[in-house]
């Protein structure tokens, strides 16, 4: 679930936490990346449940329509395209989402259905969902990109859905975009009796789960050291005058490129320069690939890239 660039945003927003409160507790600050990523798990699992949410308030509204005392014929026959769509049923019984519910104990929509009521009457509403239940052909493949646009189009977008998730947790905020790549992906990549919407693993594997602990260890531990590797290599170089995020990504990228032997230069660069683009100032991304530039020469020339297989760049 997890990617390397997720890890490693979550790490530099902990280290930039660290270094505002001026606080020596490194594992206090490790509890809270791993709590920030069960937080994120947490994030995707809600979205998850909004589809079968979502279901049963449809089945619900039809239901009542039966009970209508001058019941229409289509309210007595009402079309079931939507609560019977292929992904739908898929979350609606999927035991693992149900399980990580539970164990989680996620009962966030129970609580605030008044969300489900708002999301459904914008997806009843719209276009896509008129023309999807109109539509007399039916398939996996139709199901499963009504579905896909449905999320991209209606749910994702919902500015009252986003308001909600703002305000549960903090760092939710930078989650939301990353988690709405993934659950659209995931829908995208289901295929008929393999479907893949519920991803139970956080991480892609152990080295990964051990990855953020390192790159956050090994860089708070290894500030004094990495703080020199940056000294000199700017003209007039002044650590007051530089942004402190721009710092911390200098910091990590310096310590993948020392500490991580497994992990291509190129690679680390390109993702550095990413963040800086992405989280500090306009200037941030050209400012810090002008700083590595001219260490990862001066450390091929002084051969202190510890890189192996095809790492070495």
């Known amino acids: 679930m997890l990617t390397r660039r997720h890890i490693r945003v979550k790490v530099m927003q902990s280290i930039y936490a660290l270094s505002?409160?001026?606080?020596?507790?490194?594992?206090?600050?490790l509890k809270f990346i791993n709590m920030s990523i069960a937080n994120m798990h947490d994030l995707y699992i809600l979205t998850l449940d909004l589809f079968v949410k979502l279901s049963e308030y449809a089945a619900n509204q039809l239901a009542l329509s039966?009970?209508?005392?001058?019941a229409t014929s289509e309210d007595k026959n009402p079309n079931r395209k939507f609560i019977q769509n292929a992904i739908i049923r898929h979350l609606v019984e999927n035991e693992e989402l149900k399980e990580a519910l539970n164990n989680r104990n996620l009962n966030d929509w129970e609580l605030n259905d008044e969300y489900i009521r708002v999301i459904f009457d914008a997806m009843v509403?719209?276009?896509?969902?008129?023309k999807y239940m109109a539509a007399t052909e039916?398939?996996?493949?139709?199901?499963?990109?009504f579905v896909a646009k449905l999320f991209s189009e209606v749910i994702a977008p919902n500015e009252k859905l986003y308001e909600y998730?703002?305000?549960?947790k903090l760092t939710w905020l930078d989650d939301i975009p990353v988690i709405n790549t993934l659950i659209l992906k995931s829908i995208k990549q289901s295929r008929k009796g393999k479907e893949k919407i519920f991803l139970s693993e956080l991480y892609k594997d152990d080295e990964d789960r051990q990855f953020v602990k390192d790159l956050f260890t090994k860089t708070v531990l290894n500030d004094e050291m990495l703080t020199a590797e940056i000294q000199g290599k700017t003209p007039n170089w002044d650590k007051d005058r530089i942004a402190n995020l721009d710092l911390i990504v200098l910091k990590m990228a310096i310590c993948e490129f020392l500490k991580f032997p497994s992990i291509p230069a190129k690679v680390t660069i390109n993702e550095y320069i990413e963040l800086a683009k992405e989280y500090s100032t306009s200037k941030s991304s050209m400012f810090v690939n002008g700083i590595l530039d001219k260490l990862i020469k001066e450390y091929k020339k002084e051969n202190k890239l510890n890189k192996i297989g095809r790492g070495l760049m």
């Open 20 to 29: 505002q409160s001026q606080s020596d507790q490194v594992d206090k600050e």
């Open 66 to 70: 039966q009970k209508k005392y001058l």
């Open 125 to 130: 509403a719209s276009d896509l969902y008129k």
């Open 138 to 145: 039916t398939n996996y493949d139709l199901d499963k990109a």
């Open 165 to 168: 998730f703002e305000d549960q």
